[in-house]
């Protein structure tokens, strides 16, 4: 308190409050987006320069599993959210060499009953709130500047943060061993976008895989797979009207008298 502040003590060190919960899977997520500092991205087919990309997670409270995310390259906004939503209500490509050994990854879908989000201004807008509304999804937002109340998904984007940066191409490791290999990590720190898009599937099955302290040594996959036989998945059925709400325009479309 003496070197920060009292707001710092309460955002850091206190408690926000009753803490979030959830007694199976699909009943409550969380939804929130950081930027992936570092990671410099070209998008190969229109030969363009993208940027820094930041990545929007939803994940399920009750088994910690990824249920879709969304990348993008400009600010966040009620567009990338309603992708994440969309990512998440489909099942999954899997990295091959996971998909034949743990199959319930590609089961890892489905519609939340409630998202708990920031309380950045389009998270709350009206127009966000209807289209969930619509597609039968509750919108809860957490305390503000209490980063307790979402401990959970800020400790995911670190650990997905560690385990991107030992699939980068600009990673750097000993000098003798990269002396060894011809390694240049220099000339290698630019990534496409398709090759982002792999590296995080491929950390987000590597996550699921691996035991997780917050759930006492089990692996995500595996709680979400025993709590499946006594919860049926749900999901936005009217995916093409739920598009429609948040305002998803098609180009080079020739409209007919038939419409």
């Not at 009620?78 to 099942?91: F, G, M, R, S, Y």
């Not at 899997?94 to 519609?111: D, H, N, Q, T």
């Not at 289209?131 to 109340?149: N, Q, Y």
């Not at 000339?187 to 006492?216: F, S």
Request: hydrophobic residues 40%; glycine residues 8%.
């Amino acid at each position: 308190e003496a070197k920060f502040g009292k707001k710092a003590v309460q955002s850091r060190w206190r408690g926000g409050g009753q803490p979030l919960e959830a007694s199976k899977i699909l009943v409550l997520a969380l939804q929130d987006d950081t930027p992936l500092p570092g990671i410099f991205c070209i998008d190969p087919e229109r030969e363009v320069p993208v940027g820094l990309p930041i990545l929007t997670l939803i994940v399920d409270y009750f088994s910690r599993c990824i249920l879709g995310w969304h990348l993008t390259y400009s600010s966040p906004s009620q567009w990338t959210a309603a992708q994440a939503i969309l990512h998440a209500n489909d099942p999954k490509e899997v990295p091959v060499r996971y998909a034949e050994r743990y199959p319930e990854l590609a089961l890892i879908f489905g519609k939340p009953s409630e998202i708990a989000w920031d309380n950045t201004l389009f998270q709350f807008a009206r127009g966000m709130e209807d289209s969930l509304s619509d597609a039968g999804i509750g919108l809860r937002l957490v305390g503000v500047e209490e980063p307790t109340h979402k401990a959970v998904v800020e400790r995911l984007f670190h650990t997905l943060k560690t385990l991107l940066l030992e699939f980068l191409p600009g990673a750097t490791y000993e000098i003798a061993r990269m002396r060894e290999f011809g390694y240049d990590a220099e000339q290698q720190a630019v990534l496409t976008i398709n090759e982002l898009e792999a590296l995080i599937a491929e950390a987000i099955a590597i996550y699921h895989i691996t035991p997780c302290k917050g759930l006492k040594g089990r692996q995500p996959a595996l709680v979400w797979r025993k709590a499946l036989g006594a919860t049926q998945i749900d999901r936005i059925w009217q995916a093409d009207e739920f598009t429609r709400s948040i305002g998803a325009v098609e180009y080079d479309c020739t409209l007919s008298k038939s419409g």
